[in-house]
Nanobody, 118 residues
Framework: VQLQESGPGLVKPSQTLSLTCTVS??????????WSWIRQPPGKGLEWIGY???????NYNPTLKSRTTISRNTSKNQFTLQLSSVTPEDTAVYYC???????????WGQGTQVTVSS
């Protein structure tokens, strides 16, 4: 499974951050996979944002839930992240991730830098 993030690298405060993860080598509707967004702010550890399951069900980090939407386009084999009302604290490298829920094997995108600044 290969994953590739895409989206703008600069977002203004109060706007909505939108990123897309394009998946190849496997279908996002395949059983036993969860498709996540994870970020790493500068100088900090990884923070899980949320995931969309192969069923389409979603689960979000409670601290970000009110601002987060993860959706998917099965025809394009993509899933997307929308994070609203961003502030400079949302500046981070954003990764998409696939986890096989039985084996716990992880697949990662290369990550994309998003900076929130006016």
């Amino acid at each position: 499974v290969q994953l590739q993030e895409s989206g703008p690298g600069l977002v203004k405060p109060s706007q909505t951050l939108s990123l897309t993860c394009t998946v190849s080598g496997g279908s996002i509707t395949t059983n036993y996979y969860a498709w996540s967004w994870i970020r790493q702010p500068p100088g900090k550890g990884l923070e899980w944002i949320g995931y969309i399951a192969n069923s389409g069900d979603t689960n979000y980090n409670p601290t970000l839930k009110s601002r987060t939407t993860i959706s998917r386009n099965t025809s394009k084999n993509q899933f997307t992240l929308q994070l609203s009302s961003v502030t400079p604290e949302d500046t981070a490298v954003y990764y998409c991730n696939a986890r096989h829920t039985a084996t716990l094997r992880d697949y990662w995108g290369q990550g994309t830098q998003v900076t929130v600044s006016s």
